[in-house]
C-alpha cells in the first residue's frame, strides 16, 4: 500500500466519525487532494493522523480559529495553506506533470478544413 493510499483511508475513516459534507469532512476532501501523486507529503500525514491529536478534527479548527479572527470566512487558498502548515507539508507539494509534448501542438485553422 502506497502513502498515498494510507493517507485517504485514514482520512476517509476520521470521515466517516463526522457529518458528511460537513466543515471537517471537507478538511478531508481538500487534504485528500493535496496528497494525490505526493508520496512525500503523504507519509508525513500518515504519521500525524496515526496520532490523536492530528486529526481532521483539529486541523478544522484551526481553519476555524482563521475564519472567526477574519470575519466568519476562510476561502480554499487560505485553507490549504491552513493544512498544509497543520501537517508540515508546506514544502513537499510536487508540481503537476508535464504535458507531453503531443497535447501542446498548435491547432491552425486550415487544420479543420
Same mark, same amino acid.
Given at each position: 500500500?502506497t502513502? #498515498? /493510499?494510507?493517507?485517504? /483511508?485514514?482520512i476517509? &475513516?476520521?470521515?466517516t /466519525?463526522q457529518? &458528511? ?5 471537507c #478538511?478531508g /476532501?481538500q *487534504?485528500?487532494d493535496m496528497l494525490?501523486?505526493?508520496e @512525500?507529503? &503523504?507519509? *508525513? #500525514?500518515? $504519521? @500525524?493522523l496515526e496520532? @490523536?491529536?492530528?486529526? %481532521? ?6 481553519i476555524?480559529? =482563521?475564519?472567526? @479572527?477574519?470575519?466568519g =470566512?476562510c476561502?480554499?487558498k487560505d &485553507?490549504?495553506?491552513?493544512i498544509? $502548515? =497543520?501537517?508540515? %507539508?508546506e514544502? !513537499?507539494?510536487?508540481?503537476a ?6 497535447r501542446?501542438?498548435? %491547432?491552425? #485553422? !486550415?487544420? =479543420? *478544413?
Open positions: 500500500m502513502s #498515498v /493510499e494510507k493517507a485517504v /483511508e485514514l476517509t &475513516a476520521q470521515q /466519525e457529518y &458528511a459534507l460537513g466543515p471537517v469532512w #478538511v /476532501e *487534504l485528500k494525490q501523486n505526493d @512525500d507529503a &503523504a507519509a *508525513l #500525514v500518515v $504519521k @500525524d496520532q @490523536d491529536s492530528m486529526g %481532521i478534527a483539529e486541523c478544522e479548527k484551526k476555524h480559529d =482563521f475564519a472567526r @479572527d477574519n470575519g =470566512f476561502g480554499p &485553507a490549504g495553506r491552513i498544509r $502548515k =497543520f501537517y508540515g %507539508i514544502n !513537499t507539494h510536487s508540481p506533470p508535464a504535458e507531453s509534448a503531443a501542446r501542438k498548435k %491547432i491552425s #485553422v !486550415t487544420d =479543420f *478544413l
